[in-house]
Every structure is written in C-alpha cells, then in structure tokens.
C-alpha cells in the first residue's frame, strides 16, 4: 500500500514538473494580462498621459451608449455569420469532390490549400492589387467583358466593400474547413454506405444520416475555432479595408483599435474588448453545450 | 447502366468545380509573381496581359537593397525561430506530461487551451503595451518573441498532444523496465518516435509567427527592428504605392511560407478528427 501511494507520488511530481512552465506561462501571458485588462477597462488609462483614475463603470456607460458601438457589434456578427457560413459550404463541396475523385486528388488538394499560407498583409496586398479600380486585373476584365461600363472599386465602393471583403475571407479560410473535413471524411467506414444501399437508401439518405452524422463532431469544433477566429480578427480586414469606407467595416476590433491607439483611449478600448471576450464566451457555451449533446447520442 | 453514366457525369462536375475552385485559389500568387517582374508601363497599360512582355528585377533589387529588406527578414527569421525553439520546448514538456500523467484532467485542460484562443489578440494588446513598456522590452524582439508565446504555446501544445496520444504506453514500459528515467525515456524514446509530429508544429508555429502582424505593429517602432510584415506594411505610408515594389516584397514573404506549408500539409490535417480535442 505504501509503495503505490509513494510511487503515485513521483509520478505526479515529474508529470508536474513536465507542465510547471507551459502553466507558467498561461498564467504569465494570458491569465494575468486579461486581468488586467479588465481592471485598465475600470479606469481613465490613456495611451501616453501617465496619471490615471479608477472610474468605476464610466467606460462600458459610455461604450454601451455609443452608436458607433452598435454598428461595430453589427458588423462583427454579420462579418462571422457570412464568413462562416461560406468557408463551412465551400470547403464542405470541396472536400466531398476531393473524396470522390478517383484521380488528381493530391494535386487539387495543394492547389486547394495554398490561400491558407498567405499573411495578412500579403492577402492584403494581393487583392487590393487584383481589386485595384485603374490597374486592377478584375475591374478591368469585367469593363472590357461589357459587364460593367465603369470600373468598379471594390473595396471602396459602399455597395461592394463588405462582401468583397467576406469573399476574400472566404477565399483564406475555406481550405481550413476542407483539410479537416476531408480527413474526417476519410474516417467513415465505407460497408456502412454498401448496407444502406442494401437497405434501399437513396444517396441523399446516406449522406445525411452516415456522412453528416459522422463528421458533425469535426464540423461543430471547427465552427467553434473558426467563429472565435474570425469574431477577433483583426488585420485581414484592417489591412484590406482599413475599416472603411466610413465605418462601412469596422468590427469590433478594428473599434476598439481605433479607440485605443487612435484616440488613444486605452480605459474605453479595454472595456470594448472585455464586452468582446464575454460576447464570445457566451457563444462558445452555446457551441460546447450543442456539442456535448451530439456526443451523448453517438455513444 | 444509366447509374454507371450519371456518376460519369458526377465525377466530371466535380472535375470541373475542383478546377475553378483551384484557379480562383492559385490566381492571386500567380498573379502577384507575375505582376513582379513587369515594369510599371506594362502595369499601367496592359492590366489584362498574363506575362510580362520584359521581366525585370527592378523591383527585387531595389526592395533588396535600397529598402534594406534583407535587415527586416533578418529580424523575422531571429524572431521567429527564437520563439518556435522556445514553443516546441515548453509545448513537447507539456503535451506529454498531460498525456503521460494526467490523461484524465489533460481532457479539462485542452478545453481551457481552447478557451485561451478565444482572446481576442486586440484584448491581450492592451495589458501587452502597457507591460511592456514597464518592463523596458518596447522596441526590442525579446519583447515581440515573449507576446508570440501567448498564442503559439496553446495551439503547439494541442497540436502535440494528438501526436502524443499516438505513442504506445508499451514501449515506453519496456523502457521503463530496462531501468531507464523519465526525462530519458522522453528524450530518447518518445521524442524520436513523435518527431514527424513535432517538426510539423515547429513549422505551423514558425509560419504563424512569421506573419504575425497586429504585435509587431504595436511594440515595435523602428525600421530597423521591423519583423517583415510590419516592414510591408510600412510600405503603403507613402504618397504614391509603388505596386511594383509591394508585389515583389510579397512574394518575398510569401514564398518561405507556401514551401514550408506544403512540407506539412498532411500533419496538419486531421487534428481535430483524431480525438486530441474530445
């Protein structure tokens, strides 16, 4: 009795050792700058001026009643909802042709996958080079196809700016969605789709009720990595749009960016990025609570 | 044989969708090396035209040497090598001591590593200024390496921890029974055994830091310290863009990350459908 508790011991001893600076540094980079973050969100903190007061709920009143606010909030929901639900469909179709074809599925997959690779600024940079309304490869294939008399300018046109920009989103993150729904794919037994052909199901049947239900799993996690994801990204669209045109793309990030290191505003700033954190927090219950329910029926 | 001649048609509509789908998703790398070999005229003149009639190399050299790009990808190349080298060291420890010795709240725990992805990098930016600044670490790498450590540490721990799970408790057993320590049978015998695994997290770490932006932006403040995509960047401040200058910076960033990417395709497939998460 005394030899397995002592042995239990230096197991948990070394196994602690193992994680002591990986916990560290949790606690060091994450837990402790959240913290603070939400004590800098209760004062006056500025950017450069040193002194600095405690001032209670002042900031979220005034984040809470400001329109800017709420077109931001707007934007950030309709910016992951749209985002999502195109990477998840294209990256979907891609990956079930990946899986059906009998040839060159390698070869497309890397194709596939290379927008995963590109930097922000890159991104950026490519498409607003592509986008550009004077040299602009698009713009100008389209005028010259007499689909548009004008050149359009995609990412300042109001009209165009924030689906162009979910577009390229889209365009980023699809291939993410197809790596791993593809891998998941490749884990559904195949006699199962030969018995229900058995069983006289039609193909729609099948896939609903083997494929669908097999990789749910893997959906449902990536559609929680991803909506935290694209909820707190900031550069692609910073970069590509800046924000604007007037606001037109401004999310949440890119909000309290531009209060915090542009107005310099650091108190207000780390109140918007606490409503922020809790936002998502909520989300991500919802997501886990769906997701603890699916795995309960697959047992 | 109808059933035979309609999945015909099937497997050719997939063809096809694959292949539209490849070319939209190719299109703006081939574009941007096209782009930068051509001279300005061509630019100006013939948007549609596929290859450059003359290539030059203007642009490399001058991005190269006039801009001193090669001091920023320098300092991209000691940042984020210094921070993957201490990523894959603390990410391998932990990854395996959460395997090895608490397999059971080692479930708990991915589920908080999770949830440490849900801060928003905007959040940590606050306190990661003001810090900084205190600490005396503004402008310097050893600063921008120690905020990359907030993000990369996570995700390499959870990366590591599905090739962990892969070991056989076996082996390490049979090690165990020869008299062999912990810390050995680690370095000796589970090491060697995931390395496939842990190459592949040193290099989605090393691409993620590379293109980090946001950190970069915010803590450093002199051309000379500029990781590269801060330093690109940099290069739409002035008045008139050089589009010839951007396009071949950008593939000079960009080239160091497709090759990598491809060299790890297939490890950084299917983590999320092997069970390292459930």
């Known amino acids: 009795m005394r030899t397995i508790s002592s042995k239990s011991k230096t197991l948990n001893t070394t196994g602690i050792l193992f994680i002591l600076p990986a916990v560290l540094i949790v606690i060091l980079l994450l837990i402790y700058p959240i913290l603070s973050s939400m004590y800098v969100s209760f004062t006056s903190k500025h950017l450069i001026r040193p002194r600095y007061s405690w001032v209670w709920f002042d900031n979220f009143k005034f984040v809470l009643t400001n329109a800017d606010f709420y077109i931001a909030f707007l934007n950030s929901i309709k ?21 059906r074809i009998p040839k060159y599925s390698g070869f497309f997959r890397t ?41 359009i300018n995609f990412l300042a046109d109001p009209a165009f700016v924030f689906g162009t920009a979910v577009f390229i989103n889209v365009w980023f993150g699809a291939p993410l969605f197809m790596v791993n729904i593809l891998s998941a794919l490749k884990t559904i037994p195949s006699d199962q789709y030969e018995a229900a052909v058995m069983d006289g199901a039609t193909s729609l049947q099948s896939f609903w009720f083997i494929t669908v239900r097999h990789i749910r799993g893997v959906i449902g996690l990536l559609l929680v990595l991803r909506t935290i994801w694209i909820f707190n990204n900031f550069d692609l669209l910073y970069l590509l749009t800046g924000g604007g045109p007037s606001d037109l793309t401004t999310t949440l990030p890119i909000f309290a960016y531009k209060t915090g290191w542009g107005m310099k505003q650091l108190g207000i700033a780390s109140a918007i990025t606490v409503i922020l954190l809790l936002f998502l927090l909520g989300i991500c219950l919802l997501y886990f609570r769906l997701l603890n329910k699916w795995e309960r029926e697959d047992r | ?14 063809y096809v969708f694959l292949s539209l789908l490849s070319l939209i998703a190719v299109f703006p790398l081939i574009w941007i090396i096209l782009s930068s070999f051509k001279t300005s005229g061509e630019m100006a003149n013939h948007p549609l035209a596929m290859l450059p009639k003359q290539f030059t190399f203007e642009y490399y050299s001058r991005v190269l040497h006039n801009l001193h790009f090669t001091t920023n990808i320098k300092n991209s190349l000691i940042v984020s090598l210094s921070a993957t080298l201490v990523t894959i060291v603390v990410s391998a420890l932990a990854a395996y001591g959460i395997v090895r010795f608490f397999p059971k709240a080692g479930k708990k725990m991915t589920k908080l590593l999770i949830t440490t992805y849900m801060f928003p990098p905007i959040l940590l930016a606050v306190p990661y200024s003001i810090i900084i600044i ?12 120690i905020t990359y450590l907030s993000f990369s540490i996570p995700y390499a721990i959870w990366m590591l921890i599905g090739f962990f799970q892969t070991v056989p408790l076996e082996i390490e057993e049979a090690a165990h029974v020869d008299g062999a ?4 049978v680690f370095l000796q015998i589970v090491l060697p055994t995931v390395s496939p695994g842990v190459v592949a997290t040193a290099i989605y770490t090393f ?13 450093i403040n002199t051309s000379e310290k500029m990781p ?20 071949a910076a950008s593939v000079i960033v960009i080239v160091p990350s497709i090759i990598f990417f491809m060299l790890i395709q297939k490890k950084i497939a299917g983590g999320l459908s092997d069970g390292s998460v459930k």
């Open chain 1, 79 to 99: 910016w992951t909802i749209y985002s999502i639900a195109g990477q998840l469909v294209t990256g979907f179709l891609a990956a079930l042709a990946l899986n």
């Open chain 1, 111 to 151: 194709l596939l996958i290379i927008p995963w690779a590109f930097p922000a600024i890159v991104i950026a940079f490519s498409w607003k080079w592509i986008l550009n309304d004077v040299y602009g490869f698009l713009p100008n294939s389209l005028t010259q196809l007499g689909l548009t008399h004008l050149n």
């Open chain 2, 1 to 14: 044989m109808n059933n035979v001649g309609q999945s015909k048609l099937n497997i050719a509509v997939m």
């Open chain 2, 134 to 145: 205190k600490i005396g670490l503004v402008n310097t790498w050893t600063g921008l390496v």
């Open chain 2, 181 to 184: 320590g912990k810390i050995r």
């Open chain 2, 207 to 219: 691409i993620n830091t590379w293109n980090e932006f946001l950190f970069a932006l915010l803590l």
């Open chain 2, 228 to 247: 590269i995509s801060v330093a690109l960047y940099s290069l739409t401040g002035s008045e008139i863009l050089d589009w010839g200058e951007m396009m």
